[in-house]
């Protein structure tokens, strides 16, 4: 094992950057990270963009020398100022982690000890790392949380981490993973699930940080609009190897590699209605070594990708590479996605399946109550897709619950094709039936003790008394296929489906209850990108062939765009303005409506 100099050892040049070479690592038999090389600069971003399974997160976790539980490094070196952080012992390592490198994950909630104060959380950083006092740590602290702009650092010190909102709480945590000056970040997803607003008040904080501290930034993401503005450089992993890096925005305007621009052509937009085409089948899971891994959903194989491994080829006159055999003639590959033109109406006609006048939601009592829904009226039409936007706490998935009766509203009437819903959540079986909800998180909706066709079964045993016992295991087939899962998976359980799947089988549920209405709670929020194409996909289908209407809650401004037609933006409980969704995407009235499209941080990708 090599020792750790001392830091005054150490020559530092702001070129000086953080190198990882031929990186390998196995879990089990299966290599599932295969010989990685990436430079980061200091003041720079690299980004790292990839389906789930790709091995994002075990080549950023290995290359700091945190190997994941049931891992091993097989090989490779993570070098920063002359140390290989992959051959110091233990007890080095972490004196690194606690000094030089630092790691941000995506769920800022386990970064901290839920029942200590975030101030002595704080401390302890300080004064253990940094030798420092406890006056001297509290005043770096409250230097590090102005830094991060949360509001009030003397009250927030104070605070336990449950106080926090949740963009609050990121801010936090990157605020403590900068507090002993790291020369080296590596950030995991640190904004999936934040509305665009929070999204991009981070990322612009994050950017700025990285560029005043002369930091080495690595940016795990699966948010290619989010790389392209906050990255300089960007790695595509499919299947543990590198298959496309270089510039972020010539990688990303001109992609040498198909599955880079099957990740663009996933992407919606918030400029036009585009469908996005999710890829069809699943990563291998593992590198592949005798074949081009992408080949068998690729749309541009031919005989010898399927038996012979592409090397990284260069593009001459550039620092770009990418993993293709056939890159050299396909050239830049152009766009895919389909541009299928506003679904507005101007005029609403139909039924009004569902009609929410002077709705009220309180929550708490005395003086810590808070109004979470002050007085909406939204309705939604027969065969309609309505969409509500807003930020996180705006009150959005608190009006879907109450719709459903999950949350018992103070006051406001609930009209369910004319009759009346009761606010206490006492619904008929028929009434239930006709309004369901599927959640954003399936980890937490879905029974784990259940396989997935009791899943599904249970609604049909539920709300569908007609049909006969012997019928149903036929039906839960064909709603299964309906949503794009493989009857084969009936007899699994839920920690043995990926994300997406998962996702599918609560939207199947939904639909086999055959609605009338279906909220859409942040359905897609967390998945990435060729998932929520999929998701999108399946449900914009089903919407269309049942003529079930939606209510979808979303703070993804771009996958509303490309379902819904009527569009309502609410803010602080209150509607903000409505619309026909071309209407409210090209010429919002409301200035909050503004805010949010000027937040989305890119420029369109498939422009």
Known sequence: ?????????????????????DL???????????????????????????????????????????????????????????IDLLTLSEKDRRKMWATRVSYVAQDAANAFNPTRRIGAQFREVLTVNRHLSKSAARERSLQLLEAVRIPNPVLALRKYPHEFSGGQLQRTAIALALACDPEVIILDEPTTGLDVIHQAGIVALLAQLIKDRNLAAVYVSHDLALLDAISDNIVILYAGEVVEIGPTSQVLRSPRHPYTRALLDALPSVSQTLQPKSIPGLPPGHVVSDACSFAPRCGFAVDRCRDQHPELTSVPGTTRQYRCLRGGELGAIRQRAVVVGDQAIMARHGTTILNVSDLVCVYGKGHAQLTAVDRVSLDVRASEVVALVGESGSGKSTIGRAITGIVRPRSGRLLLLGEELRLDGRRTRQQHRSVQIIFQNPDSSLNPRHTVR?????????????????????????????????????????HQLSGGQKQRVAIARAFAAEPQLIICDEIISGQDVSVQAAILEVVRALQATRGTALLFVSHDLAAVRSIAQWVYVIRGGRIQEDGPAASVFENPRAQYTKELLAAVQHRDLNE
Not at 1 to 21: C, K, N, W, Y
Request: net charge positive; with cysteine; aromatic share 4%.
């Open 1 to 21: 094992m090599s020792s750790l100099p001392r830091p005054d050892a150490i020559t530092r040049t702001p070129e000086t950057g953080f190198a990882v070479q």
């Open 24 to 82: 390998r690592v196995a879990f089990g038999l299966n290599e599932v990270v295969g010989g990685i090389a990436v430079i980061v600069p200091r003041g720079r971003v690299t980004g790292v963009a990839g389906e789930s399974g790709s091995g994002k997160t075990t080549a950023a976790l290995t290359c700091i020398g945190y190997t994941p539980p049931g891992a091993q490094r097989l090989g490779g070196s993570a070098v920063l100022d002359g």
């Open 454 to 494: 009791a899943l599904i079964e249970r609604s049909i045993t539920l709300f569908r008394k007609d049909m006969p016992k012997s019928e149903r295991i036929d039906r839960v087939a064909a709603v299964m296929r309906d949503v794009q899962l493989s009857p084969g998976l009936m007899d699994r359980y839920p």
